[in-house]
């Protein structure tokens, strides 16, 4: 299994991340792609991967909610970073109206900027979508055509809002652990989209599935995604392991060591 998003530099895994990980790769996680949140999470996601090379893989990004005043500043470090060494793809990015409105048109010039940066370095881009879905579209629509590819990270949405992504680029979905929340939905959306499109990701410490909701979330957890996902393809858990993973290492050019 990939785990195509986990933020296991964050604190929360402080006390056991080594342990963590060990549990991760013995319950079949052969990767971990980590997405950067802003310059302050950068180092602890740098020696994360640096500890676990060829297993753990950073991106570069500056999170949508992590977009303030000084957001310009922000994205100078991620630029640097880019032409300092290369990454596994660009993100997160996006948009995020869940919190705080204040600062949506600078989220929308941040996500156009590292849009355009996945562009010219021909990478991925992990994009954050709540409670903004047309806010994010509508930024990425000058992009169609050219080339686009990525991640929607953590959809939760159905078919017609899958369809506006896929118009965008070559973009997958990452599933996680709201797939297995019972009043979700998503389940019964998922039904009526290719298996093609989709990759198996945590969100750590974020959103662990049931049964640990509330709990904190590891990459130990995906294989309860990857039972639910059985279950809604009819599929068995193999063959998804199988699918997910092709479609990760396709988009993500991962090299294991």
């Known amino acids: 299994m990939i785990d195509t998003h986990a933020h296991i530099y964050s604190e929360e895994f402080d006390a056991d991340r080594n342990e963590m990980i060990q549990r991760a790769k013995n319950a079949g996680v052969k990767s971990i792609i980590m997405p950067n949140v802003d310059s302050e999470s950068l180092p602890r996601m740098l020696k994360v991967e640096e500890e676990n090379s060829g297993f753990c893989f950073a991106a570069i990004g500056l999170h949508p909610t992590s977009v303030n005043v000084d957001y310009k500043n922000e994205l100078a470090l991620v630029k ?34 590292q849009a355009e940066w996945a562009l010219e370095y021909n990478l991925p881009i992990i994009i954050h979508v709540r409670n903004s879905h047309q806010e ?9 055509g ?11 949405a159905g078919q017609k809002e899958a369809e506006d992504i896929f118009e965008l680029g ?41 049964p640990f909701r509330g709990k904190r979330n590891e990459p130990t957890y995906l294989t309860f995604v990857r039972e639910k996902m059985a279950d809604i393809y009819g599929l068995t858990y193999s063959e998804i392991v199988t699918k997910t993973s092709e479609n990760a290492e396709k988009l993500l050019k991962i090299i294991n060591n």
Do not use: M
């Not at 990454?87 to 900027?113: C, H, M, P, R």
């Not at 994010?136 to 169609?144: F, G, Q, R, V």
């Not at 599933?175 to 990701?201: R, W």
């Open 136 to 144: 994010t579209i509508n930024a990425l629509k000058p992009y169609k």
């Open 146 to 156: 050219k080339g686009l590819k990525g991640i929607f990270h953590c959809f939760t």
């Open 80 to 113: 640097s970073e880019l032409e300092r060494r290369k990454y596994i793809a660009i993100g997160e990015t996006g948009i995020d109206l869940y919190w705080d409105k204040t600062f949506l048109n600078e989220q929308i010039i941040s996500l156009q900027t």
């Open 170 to 210: 070559d973009f997958l979905l990452g599933i996680g652990g709201v797939v297995t929340f019972k009043n979700s939905g998503l389940a019964e959306n998922l039904k009526n989209i290719p298996i093609e499109k989709i990759v198996l990701e945590t969100d750590s410490p974020y959103l662990a599935p049931t």
